[in-house]
Structure formats: structure tokens, C-alpha cells
């Protein structure tokens, strides 16, 4: 107690307080524009926290961090772009609400649950992180594998009740995922001589072109923008609490949210995205109106949004237990650490006690900040969409999709990526199939191919290799859940007929 109380007098000071704003407000601001990630905004930051005191250097970039992982929610509802990859499960209702009128509730609701979700991470961060990371290093190649599978299940979910177009969309996402150089072999894969695919094709270029164009693409031929000076009139006025209620109306829903974005965090390299979409299904299967789920369920919003937060103190257990950075933001933040002579481990909490309480701490106010500055941010870029007429909020959305791409690797490439996917997704689109699947392949196609093959070298000395894939207990559970994720949609649906049945006769 005595380090707490230390901490929070090294935080209560007006220096430190004003980094936390403007962090957080940077942070948000960088999230919302399609394209600049978390890991870019502090890729940005990092050159001028050496300059900084240690505890001063890390709490800008814990700021950035928790305010880039919400500002994403913010493109998500209003213009379908994921502004980070955690916000991928935000485009399913949150654009819906939007395009119904509902844009500043979607925009409330996101704020609300993103605070619960940041707070939610950073009190788990303090209190479990040894055993946390612990559990984290159970998973080892085999158990990785079939995460992704267990990831996969989500598709039926996803795919909008066309299961075949769905199956084929995330077998569309796992090709596009596999371009470029073999992570475990070296070979080229489908790059058909051009050097530049030998780098792949990135998340967010890919995001950008699935979610992003083929909007563009309708709001050019329609002339109407998706949310119109309409929508901004019908949102009454004095919605504020009232969203609030509804929020808290769903503790179980808040509650299994963020304790599946805090069981996903700790596992390295699965990150905010898989968390949000494990969260968005688990809330599906549990709502009493599955039916409104894709087109403007709080309930899914909500999800979404209170676990991708899990993720940002969430991924913190293995940086600051093991060294082993939870996602890719993560890495930048272990050079800062790195930089002002802090070794993460047992004595990073003991030595430096003050130092790593004051920073997970800074965490929690940051995400207690987004409250006052997700509201006001929200309005303001609310009224900015809908007031721009489409023939300005296209070429302006287009040069920012552009620049968002070319600035992740400074290649052309990547936006020539970005716009061919933008057109294949407009047709698929018109054809009947959601971007969802797609993405999630993209996700866990990388995921899923490294585990089994580093699976298959681990048993190569077994009489029968696959075995490895199911030798540890962590393994079958996984298997376990994976089935059960398959069969109860089937079974659902069977209890549902078999209900109509008898209430008709």
C-alpha cells in the first residue's frame, strides 16, 4: 500500500495529470483516422520520451496507447473503418446504429464500455499479473493453433446467416494472408514475381481496403452520404443518460466481455482483434435478441468495445512480468523501459516499485479521461461527418485511406494492395458477402499456419506427428470449446424449431 500511495502522489501533479490529457487526446484523434494505428502514434512518441523522465516517458505512451485503442471506435461507427485492428467487431453494429440515426448513442455506448474496459485491465494488471503471466506461457505452438480454430468458429456468426458465403470469405482471408515469404520455411507464396507482395499484405491496408472502399464506392454512385444531415436531426437531444442506463443495464454482458479481452491480452501476438470478435459472439450467443446482432445491437457494441480496451493493460502482464511484449504497441513500449534502465521481471515491481505502479496507474486515469474527451472528440467529429457534403467526404475519406496505407511502409504498393481489395470487397459486397469473414481469416490464417507447422516439428519425433497438437490438457480444452462453438448454433437452432413445432400444434 505503501508504493500505491507513493504512486499516486508521483501521478497527482499537474505535469503528469497534462500528459495524460494530451496524451489521451492525441491518442484518440490518431486512432479515429483510418490507417494510423496505436503502434504508429507511439512509434511517433517514442524519439521524445528519452528525453523525459522515466515515469513522465511512460506515461505518454501508456496515454497514447489507451486513447488510440478507443479513438478507433470513433471511424468504426461513423464512416465503417476500423481506425485500429481492435475495432474490427465495432463496424458490425456500430455503423448500423449510425445509418439509423442513432450515431451519437453508438458513439456514448462505445465511451462507456471502453472506460469499463480500460479500468477493468489496468485493476488486473495490478493484482494478477505474476499469475497471469504464468498462464500465458502455457501456450506453446499446439495451443496457438487452436486458438485460431477456435477463432474460426466465429464465422457462422459472422456471416450474417450465409454460412457457405461466410466459410468462403475466411477461406478468401487466409489466401490473402499467406502472400508474401513463408514465416517458417522462407518461400515465396502467390507473389507471381513481383518483389513488393514478398512483404504480404497488411492488416490495416487490408481493413481499409474491405471496410473502407466499398462504402466510398456507394456513396459516390448514390451521391448520399451514408450518414445524412437526417440522421443528425433525428438524434434527440438528452441521450446521454439514457444511454448510460442501457449500458449498465447489461452487467453480464460488460462483465464476460472484458474477462474474455483480458484472457486474450495475455497471450502474446493475439491482441485486441480476436478479443473484440471472441467477445462480439460470445454475446450473440448469449443475447435474448441474436436477430439484431449486424444491425444496431447495443449489446454487440458494447462487447466489442469493452474488451478491445481489456487489451491495452492487458497485454502489459508478460511485458512487465516476462519482457515478452503482448502486441506489437507493446514492443515500443519495452524500448522505452529498455532505454531508461528498467529490466522488466520480479525486481521491475520491487526495485522500481513506484515507477511501475505510477505507470499502470497513469493507465487508469487515462482511461477515466476518455469519458469527458470521447464525448466532446465524438461530437465534434460527428458534426464534422454529417455536415461535409458527400462530394467533399469522399475524396477527403479516399485521400486519408491513401495516406493511411502508404504511410505503414511508405510503399505504393501497399496502397495498389489497398484499392484492389477495395474493388474485390464492393463486389463481394454486392454479391452477398460480409467483409467479417474475410478479415477474421486475415487474422488467424498467419496464427494458425505457425502453430501447425511448429507443431508438426515439435512431434516429428512422434510416431504419428498431429498427436502433438492435442498432448497437452490446454490443448484438448481448446478442442473442447472449438467443438462446442461448432455444434451450438446447430443445436440452438434445432431447439428453436422444435419449440415453433410444438407451439403450433
Known amino acids: 500500500m505503501d508504493v500505491l500511495s507513493a504512486a499516486l502522489g508521483q501521478l497527482f501533479v499537474p505535469y503528469h495529470l497534462l500528459i495524460i490529457v494530451a496524451g489521451t487526446t492525441v491518442g484518440?484523434?490518431?486512432?479515429?483516422?483510418?490507417?494510423?494505428?496505436?503502434?504508429?502514434?507511439?512509434?511517433?512518441?517514442?524519439?521524445?520520451?528519452?528525453?523525459?523522465?522515466?515515469?513522465?516517458?511512460?506515461?505518454?505512451l501508456g496515454s497514447v496507447?489507451?486513447?488510440?485503442?478507443?479513438?478507433?471506435?470513433?471511424?468504426?461507427?461513423?464512416?465503417?473503418?476500423?481506425?485500429?485492428?481492435?475495432?474490427?467487431?465495432?463496424?458490425?453494429?456500430g455503423y448500423p446504429m449510425a445509418k439509423a440515426g442513432r450515431a451519437r448513442e453508438a458513439l456514448i455506448a462505445a465511451t462507456i464500455a471502453s472506460v469499463f474496459g480500460g479500468l477493468f485491465g489496468v485493476l488486473a494488471l495490478l493484482l494478477l499479473a505474476p499469475p497471469l503471466a504464468a498462464f500465458s506461457l502455457r501456450f506453446g505452438p499446439p495451443e496457438y493453433f487452436w486458438v485460431a480454430v477456435l477463432g474460426l468458429t466465429l464465422i457462422g456468426s459472422l456471416s450474417g446467416g450465409a454460412l457457405l458465403k461466410g466459410l468462403l470469405g475466411g477461406g478468401l482471408g487466409v489466401v490473402i494472408s499467406i502472400v508474401g515469404v513463408s514465416p517458417i520455411g522462407g518461400e515465396s507464396r502467390f507473389t507471381y514475381g513481383f518483389p513488393a507482395l514478398q512483404g504480404g499484405v497488411e492488416l490495416i491496408v487490408a481493413l481499409i481496403g474491405l471496410f473502407v472502399i466499398p462504402e466510398l464506392l456507394v456513396m459516390a454512385g448514390t451521391g448520399v452520404a451514408a450518414l445524412s444531415r437526417?440522421?443528425?436531426?433525428?438524434?434527440?437531444?438528452?441521450?446521454?443518460?439514457?444511454?448510460?442506463?442501457?449500458?449498465?443495464?447489461?452487467?453480464?454482458?460488460?462483465?464476460?466481455?472484458?474477462?474474455?479481452?483480458?484472457?486474450?491480452?495475455?497471450?502474446?501476438?493475439?491482441?485486441?482483434?480476436?478479443?473484440?470478435?471472441?467477445?462480439?459472439?460470445?454475446?450473440?450467443?448469449?443475447?435474448?435478441?441474436?436477430?439484431?446482432?449486424?444491425?444496431?445491437?447495443?449489446?454487440?457494441?458494447?462487447?466489442?468495445?469493452?474488451?478491445?480496451?481489456?487489451?491495452?493493460?492487458?497485454?502489459?502482464?508478460?511485458?512487465?512480468?516476462?519482457?515478452?511484449?503482448?502486441?506489437?504497441?507493446?514492443?515500443?513500449v519495452l524500448g522505452a523501459m529498455l532505454m531508461h534502465g528498467l529490466r522488466p521481471g520480479a525486481e521491475l515491481f520491487s526495485v522500481s516499485g513506484v515507477l511501475t505502479y505510477g505507470f499502470i496507474l497513469s493507465m487508469g486515469l487515462s482511461a477515466i479521461v476518455m469519458l469527458p474527451i470521447g464525448l466532446l472528440g465524438g461530437r465534434l467529429i460527428y458534426q464534422a461527418v454529417v455536415r461535409i457534403p458527400p462530394h467533399f467526404l469522399v475524396p477527403t475519406i479516399a485521400t486519408m485511406a491513401i495516406l493511411g496505407s502508404y504511410a505503414l511502409?511508405?510503399?505504393?504498393?501497399d496502397v495498389?494492395?489497398?484499392?484492389?481489395?477495395?474493388?474485390?470487397?464492393?463486389?463481394?459486397?454486392?454479391?452477398?458477402?460480409?467483409?467479417?469473414?474475410?478479415?477474421?481469416?486475415?487474422?488467424?490464417?498467419?496464427?494458425?499456419?505457425?502453430?501447425?507447422?511448429?507443431?508438426?516439428?515439435?512431434?516429428s519425433s512422434l510416431a504419428y506427428p498431429p498427436l502433438k497438437l492435442v498432448e497437452s490438457p490446454l490443448s484438448l480444452i481448446l478442442v473442447a470449446l472449438s467443438v462446442f462453438a461448432i455444434v451450438w448454433p446447430f443445436f440452438t437452432g434445432w431447439r428453436t424449431r422444435r419449440r415453433e413445432r410444438t407451439g403450433s400444434a
Open 409 to 413: 511502409r511508405n510503399s505504393m504498393t
Open 230 to 332: 437526417s440522421s443528425l436531426d433525428s438524434t434527440r437531444r438528452g441521450i446521454f443518460w439514457p444511454t448510460v442506463k442501457t449500458v449498465l443495464s447489461m452487467p453480464g454482458n460488460i462483465l464476460r466481455s472484458v474477462v474474455i479481452g483480458q484472457i486474450v491480452s495475455i497471450i502474446p501476438g493475439a491482441g485486441g482483434n480476436i478479443a473484440g470478435l471472441l467477445a462480439y459472439n460470445e454475446a450473440k450467443r448469449a443475447s435474448k435478441h441474436p436477430e439484431e446482432f449486424g444491425k444496431g445491437s447495443i449489446e454487440g457494441l458494447v462487447a466489442s468495445e469493452s474488451s478491445n480496451n481489456v487489451t491495452v493493460a492487458g497485454s502489459m502482464v508478460p511485458l512487465l512480468t516476462l519482457g515478452i511484449p503482448g502486441a506489437p504497441p507493446d514492443a515500443l
Open 65 to 93: 496507447y489507451m486513447g488510440a485503442i478507443y479513438g478507433g471506435a470513433f471511424s468504426a461507427i461513423l464512416i465503417n473503418a476500423p481506425g485500429t485492428p481492435s475495432s474490427i467487431a465495432t463496424t458490425f453494429d
Open 416 to 459: 495498389m494492395i489497398m484499392l484492389v481489395l477495395g474493388i474485390i470487397g464492393y463486389v463481394l459486397k454486392e454479391l452477398g458477402f460480409h467483409p467479417a469473414p474475410i478479415a477474421l481469416g486475415l487474422i488467424l490464417g498467419p496464427i494458425a499456419e505457425m502453430g501447425f507447422v511448429q507443431s508438426m516439428l515439435m512431434g
Open 28 to 60: 484518440l484523434f490518431v486512432g479515429a483516422m483510418p490507417g494510423l494505428s496505436a503502434t504508429m502514434a507511439l512509434a511517433v512518441l517514442l524519439p521524445f520520451t528519452f528525453a523525459m523522465q522515466p515515469l513522465a516517458g511512460l506515461i505518454g
